[in-house]
């Protein structure tokens, strides 16, 4: 079962497939929702909206990233791509970060975790069913 509150505030451990869909989603939903607003609420509102989506899309991509043996520092490259293309890509490194994206959909959201124990803790579709 998935604790839906370290979901969001944590870093650590591992994250299957379909908690980590759900919480991406949720952050990009929440995010967008965010964007349609005006510019005027983003410059009043962006500093204490901003920082905890992206505390919440670290915590959510580091855990998956570590169940598929990976550092949760590569969640700040994923997150960097995100930004720099959330807008449609205008330039030739925009396109390069959306190749990043692709990566990032491929590796966390289609390949599965690895088998048993990790550096980063147990499979978590193992300790669900036990």
């Known amino acids: 079962m998935t604790d839906w509150g370290a979901l969001f505030l944590t870093a650590s451990g591992r994250l299957g497939r ?8 949720i952050l990009l939903v929440l995010g967008g929702v965010y964007e349609t607003l005006g510019a005027t609420i983003h410059w009043l509102t962006g500093w204490f909206v901003y920082p905890p989506l992206f505390y919440g899309a670290t915590c959510v991509l580091s855990k998956r990233l570590h ?3 990976k ?3 590569w969640a700040a490259a994923i997150l960097f791509a995100l930004v720099a293309v959330w ?3 205008m330039n030739p490194a925009d396109v390069l970060l959306s190749l ?3 990566w ?19 499979n978590p579709l193992k300790t669900a069913t036990a």
């Not at 379909?18 to 989603?25: M, V």
């Not at 990032?104 to 147990?122: D, F, I, P, W």
């Open 18 to 25: 379909t908690p980590f869909l759900i919480g991406a989603s």
């Open 67 to 69: 169940d598929r043996g």
């Open 71 to 73: 550092s949760g520092w």
């Open 87 to 89: 807008q449609p890509p």
């Open 100 to 102: 990043v994206l692709v």
């Open 104 to 122: 990032a959909v491929v590796e966390l959201g289609v390949l599965g975790g690895e088998q048993g124990t990790n550096r980063y803790g147990a």
